[in-house]
């Protein structure tokens, strides 16, 4: 049984950093069932792959075996439930999202490539509707029962191939928790702490996933007391910021305001920074008073939603000339954002980590210098207005802080400052007396 990742952004060893596994070396760890072997089968400045090899012992394999058939089984041979625990075991560090001695790869995202010779799945359906709407290019080719007799038939098992653009930590995490799901057949016991596992690995994304129901009750192996418990978690979560704000969709107000302002600043050509799945561009194309309107965003699935959303592939000429979208970090100075009136952060600066924003600062404020900057972020003081929204917790799971009014007033004058810029700060959506607006807007001129 082995999983094997690939990288190749230069430079690609960096993967070794990430998965505290030295690609000079082969790593070995003894598992209770067996034992696993990482090591790289290909390492270079542009490509590099680990391997998870893991070889479970023949004493596991017939435990509480019965009957002929149950010693002659796919399970050396077949990615599992054992991949899963291996992957726990020796990407441990990986998986819980830290890096000691790179720690700013950890949140790096980078197309990645994940493959698994042989998965066991009653048919193809099931890994498209459980990798997909995790940004994955699904490819699952089916295996012939024996390739010197195509009569046969195909068996139930794949070549699955993985392709993503995302962090090392989230790949791991997405494939500990779905590796089981796929298989159905967990080789332990199912206890109350499988829960708090499934939750912990399932952070940020499993809330949201279209498929939750089914990967919960198939990870939990239906148990009902467990698989409840877990889905009500999951309420709980995926409630806060969707549920909270539905009923005033605060979220197509700001993007309103945004793109009024916008206008009102006259600038003909905008650029929407984290453009996400493009909410404000559709906004600002359906308005004649600009010209030119581009997208960027770090997420090849968000820049995908955001062209099917803008029917890209369905526009006329004239259209199409007007918009662009393209894949980008903020924390890299880059010539593609050069060149607008204005540029849009509407709620992102809080999806980065605050180390970061200073490069963030500079690419945009310093380097690309459009003449008029608008950036949001949530109200941090407005939070105790959401009853479901328990204290201390942030309203999206991805967010990395939220700010009170007087932070980000001090942040918004510290950075006019820095780099030459006017700004004010306003409230943005309905005005709370005490609590302020749930988001707010700086508006940077120069
Ligand atoms: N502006 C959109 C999306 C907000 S969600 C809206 O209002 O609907 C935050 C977005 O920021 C996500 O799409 C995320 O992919 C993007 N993002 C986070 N960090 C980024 C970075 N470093 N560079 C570019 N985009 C980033």
């Known amino acids: ?55 479970i012992s023949p004493v596991e394999l017939v435990r509480g075996a019965r009957q002929l058939e149950d010693y002659v089984n796919d399970r050396p041979y077949v990615a599992s439930s054992y991949m899963s625990v291996a992957i726990g075991r020796v990407f441990g560090t990986a998986l819980a999202g830290n890096c000691a001695k790179r720690p700013e790869l950890v949140d790096l995202k980078m197309p990645l490539t994940a493959r698994l010779p042989v998965v066991r799945a009653r ?27 195509p009569a046969w038939g195909l068996s139930p098992y794949f070549r699955l191939t993985l392709e993503t653009t995302a962090t090392v930590h989230d790949v791991l995490s997405h494939l500990y928790v779905l590796l089981p799901v796929i298989d159905e057949e967990k080789h332990y016991f199912i206890g109350a702490d499988e829960v708090a596992k499934l939750l912990r690995h399932g952070e940020g994304w499993l809330a949201t996933h279209p498929e939750r129901e089914l990967i ?87 820049l995908e939603l955001a062209a099917e959303r803008l029917r890209l592939d369905r526009m006329n000429d004239r259209q199409r000339e007007r918009i662009q979208l393209f ?54 003081e407005y939070n105790v207005l959401f009853p479901a929204l328990p204290p201390d917790r942030m309203r999206h799971n991805d967010h990395r802080f939220e700010w009170t009014r007087a932070e980000f007033a001090t942040w918004a004058d510290r950075t006019a400052t820095r780099f030459g810029y006017r700004v004010t700060v306003e409230p943005l959506g309905p005005l709370h007396e005490t609590h302020g607006a749930p988001s707010q807007l700086a508006v940077f001129s120069l």
Do not use: W
Request: aromatic residues 6%; charged residues 30%; glycine residues 6%.
């Open 216 to 302: 919960v009750k198939r990870y939990l192996r239906r148990s009902a007391s467990l698989v409840s418990q877990a889905l009500e978690q999951f309420e709980g979560e995926s409630n806060t910021e969707k549920e909270l704000e539905r009923p005033i969709t605060l979220h197509t107000e700001r993007v309103s305001i945004v793109g009024e302002r916008l206008r009102a600043l006259g600038a003909k050509s905008v650029i929407d920074l984290g453009c996400g799945e493009g909410k404000l561009l559709r906004r600002l194309l359906a308005d004649r008073a600009f010209d030119r309107v581009a997208g960027m965003d770090v997420s090849h699935r968000s």
């Open 123 to 149: 048919g193809p359906e099931l890994l498209t509707r459980i990798f997909e709407p995790l940004g994955y290019v699904v490819t699952a080719e089916p295996i012939p029962l024996d390739e010197t007799n």
């Open 327 to 380: 894949q980008g970090s903020l924390l890299y100075r880059d010539k593609r954002l050069e060149g607008f009136d204005a540029a849009a952060l509407v709620e992102v600066i809080e999806h980065m980590d605050v180390p970061r924003l200073a490069a963030m600062e500079r690419v945009v404020f310093e380097f690309a210098r459009p003449r008029h900057v608008l950036v949001t972020t949530p109200n941090k």
């Open 1 to 55: 049984m082995i999983l094997s990742l690939t990288s190749k952004v230069r430079p690609a060893t960096d993967l070794g950093f990430l998965l505290h596994k030295n690609p000079a070396n082969t790593h070995r760890a003894e598992l209770s069932f067996g034992a696993a072997t990482v090591f790289y089968s290909e390492v270079s400045e542009e490509k590099c792959t680990a391997c998870l090899l893991l070889e």
